[in-house]
């Protein structure tokens, strides 16, 4: 079975530059996460999905950072224009759906995209 | 703001001895689990344990929850080399509205 597929996994762009992250979740994991990592930190999350709900971007700075999950498979992260403090590794993971129990269950991560911006 | 923290910051054991990370967290869990990250690559889920269990067994870790003291240990008895990332705990809570938390990890190096 394919684990959880990011693209690409590395970007190295320059500030005010927009840039774009992909990811494919395990199939049959409806519960779709996008983490950003930086050095030394756990991940930190920024944006999950249900299906296509996003039903937690808290922690999405909107006025840079935008995300889709069209039929609720594959997801998008953009950030438009990056800031040299963007620099991180952008984490995507998938999982099943917590239920009613309300439970986070194993989450699958990818490999991540390591963002350089200079 | 993270929820759990790690102890110690970093490790260091030789090859065949065992190795003893634990996490604190501040308020009331609904689960616990233990992540690895080798160098560059994403998390791997090793473990997780309900508020509700006190200990978990998965091949050579065993992890425990104490919620009175708000501490979970993870150990990794008869280390290998291949041991050698980085260990997050992570907490979510009770309530619709929570989220999986991460601590700033452990650096792990077995030496072999």
């Known amino acids: 079975e394919a684990g959880v597929v990011q693209s690409p996994r590395y970007k190295i762009i320059e500030k005010k530059q927009p840039v774009a992250f992909w990811c494919n979740p395990i199939s049959g994991h409806n519960t779709l996460y996008w983490y950003r990592q930086n050095l030394g930190q756990g991940p930190e999350l920024l944006i999950r999905?249900?299906?296509?709900?996003?039903?937690?971007d808290s922690q999405l700075p909107k006025d840079r950072f935008s995300a889709e999950r069209l039929k609720g498979v594959d997801s998008t992260l953009k950030i438009q224009p990056a800031e040299l403090g963007d620099s991180a590794v952008y984490l995507c993971?998938?999982?099943?759906?917590?239920?009613?129990?309300?439970?986070?269950?194993?989450?699958?991560f990818g490999p991540g995209t390591r963002l350089t911006v200079l | 703001s993270q929820q759990g923290e790690e102890d110690p910051q970093a490790l260091s054991i030789q090859e065949g001895e065992n190795a003893t990370m634990n996490c604190s967290y501040k308020t009331s869990i609904n689960n616990l689990q233990w992540y690895r990250q080798n160098s560059g690559r994403g998390l791997v889920h090793l473990i997780l344990i309900r508020s509700n269990e006190r200990e978990k067994h998965s091949g050579r870790l065993r992890v425990t929850l104490d919620t009175s003291k708000k501490s979970s240990s993870l150990l990794i008895t008869a280390s290998r080399a291949a041991d050698t990332a980085s260990y997050f705990c992570?907490?979510?809570?009770?309530?619709?509205?929570?989220?999986?938390?991460f601590g700033k990890g452990i650096t792990l190096s077995v030496r072999p």
């Open positions: 993971a998938s999982s099943l759906s917590r239920g009613r129990a309300e439970t986070f269950n194993e989450q699958f």
């Open positions: 999905y249900e299906n296509e709900e996003a039903v937690d």
């Open positions: 992570a907490t979510d809570r009770y309530g619709a509205n929570s989220k999986l938390t």
